[in-house]
Nanobody
Framework: QVQLVESGGGLVQPGGSLSLSCAAS????????MGWYRQAPGKQRELVAG???????NYADSVKGRFAISRDNAKNTIYLQMNSLKPEDTAVYYC????????WGQGTQVTVSS
């Protein structure tokens, strides 16, 4: 069973940046299409970015041009660089495969506020 551990969240002012990491256990990580999801209070979890094992990426319209997903298969890790953050980006951020079949981790809280 692949285990996922997210880190890197925090409190940032609007317009600021954060870099999230997701470390996965398991040597088969490289075959998964992976993604970053987020869940804001009172809202459903949503996919914000995805990346294939070969590095093809896609983004939700709400984050396109501001967020960048990447992965290092040798380190079993995916990343999310978040720039130009907005208050509406406030949420708990999770990583998982697409469509979210792995065991969910604890997530990492991102709060964008002045």
């Amino acid at each position: 069973q692949v285990q996922l551990v997210e880190s890197g969240g925090g409190l940032v002012q609007p317009g600021g940046s954060l870099s999230l990491s997701c470390a996965a256990s398991g040597s088969i990580f490289s075959i998964y299409v992976m993604g970053w999801y987020r869940q804001a209070p009172g809202k459903q979890r949503e996919l914000v970015a995805g990346i294939t094992s070969g590095g093809m990426r896609n983004y939700a319209d709400s984050v396109k041009g501001r967020f960048a997903i990447s992965r290092d298969n040798a380190k079993n890790t995916i990343y999310l660089q978040m720039n130009s953050l907005k208050p509406e980006d406030t949420a708990v951020y999770y990583c998982n495969d697409l469509p979210g079949t792995l065991l969910w981790g604890q997530g990492t809280q991102v709060t964008v506020s002045s």
